[in-house]
């Protein structure tokens, strides 16, 4: 194929996906399976490696994030980003509406808006291109974002259509409840304390300093509000109009309303609809539509006139907050949880809610003594909302944060940048000592069902077990001399520890429990780097190369592993018999040219995936590394593979090969590769491009 052949297919394929990605993400009606997608996605990183010069700065085959920032630059808002008054009833609804009439007349539209419950963002458009994304911050300066909110996926960075040359637009940054519960799922697993809300986690993914990091996070966007100079819209609902012709996703629940009456049947419909969302609204937002009417209505020194919000009803009751007490979690985890005089909410009785931790006492400036808002919103925990500051009498004192573990009394630290408080007494902090032989046990780690939530606490306080390796000494003796423990009850204890040793290497890693590690993370290591040993070497430059590793994992483990007492575990822990490799796949054992070799994986390929490198080295005999050290007889070199591994390679005359050459010493001639290389790419099918 020659060059302008290539530039052409090129551009057409770049322009197809991200039509698709459009309408995937922003109209959320995918015309292709996922499946066709990934196929031109394929073909389209072939030929950007056959000509990396004719690759687009903004190509889908580049990954979304990356970068890390070290300060949020303050950015002051060009035009002060406002807050809403609110109405909480049908009264004050109609006052705001007689206002308004009184002021210019009855013949009036209203904008009917939900109100998602995320974070306020003003974003920068210059010749159809995003060029600034800034927090809402004092509502005069906020934090410059843009690389962030780059990862969001819904966002278009680079518009089509008639786009004025330069403009801005707000909106609403958010989480679906949905996501919003994986990523709880996972923190629950890694032994973290859950996230309160997906407002909290939106807003602080937004502040995450690595921006790879943000991109794994599902965010989503609704923009509502357009601001430029000499636009030529005159209502509200054109400029939403406009800005979704231009490919920005708006809200497709908007409603143009004749007069208060068709607004309070929005408000009626949606109080009962709001619960099937999948995301979390707090009320509607009323605007008038004309601009010119807006205009005339102006802005108190807070809030514009021409727009309120109306909240909804949420099912809240007034108690009294008798004691903070904090519970210490697997991990060492401090979270302060109100104990409350029990009241009535939503058919159950609420005694207990959870207050996250120092930062939200202090936000709320909760104390002892107070009068508590208590809500259930979508969350299956009770939050406090709230203080009765009217009710609160003079001998109730500020809320100090506890200082020591309330179960050893170590005292406690907090890391810089976490809310989260830790107690770092690992090994003698019974109920994380408790904690980690119990998600050790539980079904998705060892799965040892003998060995529930109660026994952990008598093997731990008879002193039988004091850490997970323990378990594998533990004799039917010693379980027949506790209280009420039968002849079965033992044999089955102990069988179920023997079971134990067939679990594969990746339970075995999640099992270990340590911090930030769920079990896809401990999947995909167990499979990238083979065994305990690789992992316990692995440096962060290999760890980062893992897919799903960001940085915190990788920090987390490697401080995990520099501690003699954890390696210590770990050799127990093989003595004991358990698996600490990952199993190979022998079904697919096709020959044995590469026994003995040992490979380092590194870029990406084009015949192959790199998973897809590693089972063909494996199933010829070859053993795979994930980094190069004076044991690696060769480093599989792809497209952008990491210089420190060339580098290092180099150093110590490590041997290079590219994957044809691995295909020629398993025998498999380059002409015959493993998958069908993406050879010249049909002509796509003609589309429409915006
Ligand atoms: S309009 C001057 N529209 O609610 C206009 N705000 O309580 C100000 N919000 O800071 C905003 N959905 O974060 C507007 N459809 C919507 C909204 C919305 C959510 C948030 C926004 C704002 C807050 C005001």
């Known amino acids: ?67 890390v920032i070290n300060e949020f630059e303050t950015v002051k808002h060009r035009r002060r980003m406002l807050s809403l008054g609110n109405t909480y009833n049908e009264t004050e609804l109609r006052d705001f509406d007689s206002r308004i009439r009184k002021a210019i007349g009855d013949d009036i539209e209203y904008v009917c808006e939900l109100k998602i419950d995320g974070l306020a963002i003003s974003l920068f458009y210059e010749n159809g291109k995003l060029i600034q994304a800034v927090t809402r911050g004092d509502g005069m300066q906020g934090d410059d974002v843009t690389a962030n909110v780059r990862t969001i996926r819904s966002l278009n960075t680079e518009l089509h259509g008639n786009y004025p040359a330069e403009f801005e637009i707000r909106g609403e940054i958010f989480m679906h409840r949905k996501g919003f519960e994986k990523l709880n799922h996972e923190r ?58 231009w490919g920005l996703k708006t809200a497709d629940t908007t409603e143009v309303c004749k007069g208060i009456y068709e607004v309070l049947r929005f408000l009626e419909k949606w109080d009962q609809r709001r619960h099937d969302l999948g995301f979390d609204t707090d009320g509607v937002v009323i605007k008038v539509n004309s601009l010119s009417q807006q205009e005339e209505l102006g802005y108190t020194a807070k809030v514009p006139r021409w727009a309120i919000a109306y909240k909804f009803q949420t099912e809240s009751a007034t108690t009294r907050l008798l004691d903070i007490t904090y519970q210490v979690g697997r991990t060492g985890a401090i979270t302060p949880v109100a104990e409350l005089e029990p ?42 909302t709230g ?40 090994d003698g902090c019974a109920p994380q000592v408790i904690g980690k032989i119990e998600h050790f046990v539980a079904r998705k780690a060892l799965n040892i069902d003998s060995i529930g939530s109660e026994m952990a606490k008598t093997l731990y306080s008879k002193e039988l077990v004091k850490d997970i390796a323990d378990l594998y000494s533990i004799t039917t003796e010693e379980l027949l001399k506790l209280e009420r423990m039968g002849e079965k009850s033992a044999q089955n204890i102990i069988d179920g520890i023997q079971e134990s040793k067939n679990i594969p290497f990746e339970r075995v890693l999640f099992g270990m429990g340590i911090r930030h590690m769920g079990e896809t993370v401990a999947k995909k290591l167990a499979q990238t780097l083979g065994s305990i040993e690789n992992i316990m070497q692995a440096d962060k430059e ?65 015949k192959m995936s790199r998973d897809e490198a590693k089972e063909l080295i494996e199933a010829h005999g070859g053993k ?16 952008g593979m990491g210089p420190a591994k060339l580098e290092k390679a180099t150093q110590l005359g490590v041997k290079i090969i590219s994957e044809d050459e691995l295909l020629t010493m398993i025998g498999e001639s380059t002409s015959t590769p493993q998958s069908a290389p993406p050879d010249e790419p049909e002509k796509p099918k003609q589309t429409t491009l915006f």
């Open 1 to 67: 194929m020659d060059k302008a052949q290539a530039k052409q297919q090129i551009d057409e394929l770049t322009a197809t996906l991200k039509e698709h990605n459009y309408r995937y993400y922003v109209l959320s009606e995918p015309t292709i399976s996922d499946l066709e997608f990934d196929r031109l996605l394929k073909q389209l990183e072939y030929l950007e490696s056959q000509f990396p010069d004719l690759t687009h700065a903004d190509s889908p085959t580049h990954v979304v994030g990356g970068g």
């Open 188 to 245: 629950i697993a890694a032994g973290e304390p859950a996230y309160a809300n997906p407002r909290n986690v939106a807003s602080g993914s937004l502040k995450l300093k690595d921006s790879g990091e943000v991109a794994k996070r599902p965010l989503d966007i609704t923009l509502y509000h357009l601001l430029g100079d000499n636009l030529s819209y005159k209502t509200h609902a054109e400029c939403i109009e406009a800005a979704r012709s």
């Open 343 to 384: 009241v009535f909410l939503l058919g159950t009785t609420v005694k207990r809610a959870s207050l996250h931790n120092a930062n939200e006492i202090e936000r709320l400036d909760v104390r002892v003594g107070d009068m508590v808002f208590v809500e259930k919103g979508g969350e299956i925990i009770p939050k406090i």
């Open 387 to 426: 203080v009765d500051f009217s009710q609160r009498t003079e001998n109730c004192a500020p809320t100090i944060y506890a200082s020591v573990c309330p179960e050893c009394e170590t005292a406690l630290i907090r890391r810089e940048g976490e809310a989260q408080h830790y107690c770092p007494n690992e």
């Open 542 to 606: 290999t760890l980062l190369g893992i897919d799903e590793i960001g940085d915190v994992i990788a920090e987390s483990l490697i401080t995990y592993f520099a501690e003699p007492k954890h390696k210590a575990l770990v050799e127990r822990l093989k003595e004991a018999g358990l698996q600490m490799e990952a199993q190979t796949k022998t079904q697919s054992q096709a020959g044995t040219s590469l026994s003995g070799l040992t490979f380092v994986i590194s870029g990406v390929f084009n």
């Open 624 to 639: 795979c590394s994930g980094s190069v050290s004076s044991k690696t007889d060769y480093l599989l070199a792809g497209e």
